[in-house]
């Protein structure tokens, strides 16, 4: 692979990572192990038997997870910490034999878009979480995979159409995310009142009387000096 392919390749991985990590790992795993290509030398690792296995089980776990309403959404917020840091990684070994500062540079990306994709997904399915049948999760959850599976096939096979989906796909986010967590704040807020109650109004004074404590408390009564007026002497 060339400079370019390898760029590409590293940021096509980092943006699955964010979506479904062990898609993407199972897919270059196969695709390497069985020579339909030539992994670089830093995810070679991804063509043994055993992390393939790994992976097909995480993403055979993961099929169902993310097709459960509710499910979906705890299983996303775990991932938080997987998906984010192993795109960092993924990215800067997919360039294989470079400098050190290259590979930083490349994990920072990678992680930034690792990251964004993640939430991205993880606050769709909030928003699909709000309706209550379950078909809308089965049809994300697949179009996630599919997106997964055709977008690396798109960066191995056409770089530079796959660079210009992801800026796209990048420009999207900056105005789709801003969204979405509003609507999640929104969402929460609206949950938190639901089942913590809210806050009882206290009662105005009427014009020329005050405002009583709640019944039980002891109150002065004006233009009655000396006199204490109680629950008891009240008509």
């Not at 990684?89 to 690792?114: H, K, N, T």
């Not at 509003?182 to 014009?207: C, D, H, K, Y």
Request: glycine share 12%; proline share 6%; aromatic share 8%.
């Amino acid at each position: 692979m060339g400079i370019v392919e390898l760029i590409v390749l590293s940021m096509g991985l980092a943006w699955a990572s964010g979506i479904n990590l062990y898609a993407a790992l199972a897919m270059l795993g196969i695709m390497g192990a069985t020579g339909h290509m030539v992994l670089p030398p830093g995810l070679e690792v991804l063509a043994h038997p055993a992390v393939i296995g790994a992976a097909g089980f995480m993403y055979c776990v993961e099929f169902f997870a993310d097709k459960v309403p509710g499910v979906d959404t705890g299983w996303d917020v775990a991932h938080s910490f997987i998906r984010i840091p192993a795109g960092a990684v993924l990215a800067a070994m997919a360039l294989g034999d470079v400098s050190p500062e290259a590979q930083i540079a490349a994990a920072i990306l990678g992680g930034g878009l690792a990251a964004t994709s993640h939430v991205l997904k993880a606050s769709t399915r909030i928003v699909i979480n709000t309706s209550p049948e379950p078909v809308s999760n089965w049809t994300a959850s697949i179009l996630e995979d599919v997106a997964v599976l055709g977008g690396l096939w798109v960066a191995l096979n056409h770089p530079i159409a796959f660079l210009a989906l992801l800026a796209a796909f990048v420009i999207f986010c900056a105005w789709a995310i801003p969204k979405l967590w509003r609507f999640t704040r929104r969402l929460i807020a609206r949950i938190g009142r639901l089942f913590g109650g809210a806050a009882p109004e206290p009662v105005a004074a009427t014009a020329g009387e005050p405002a009583r404590a709640a019944s039980g408390h002891i109150t002065i009564a004006p233009g009655r000096a000396g006199e204490i007026e109680g629950p008891e002497t009240r008509a």
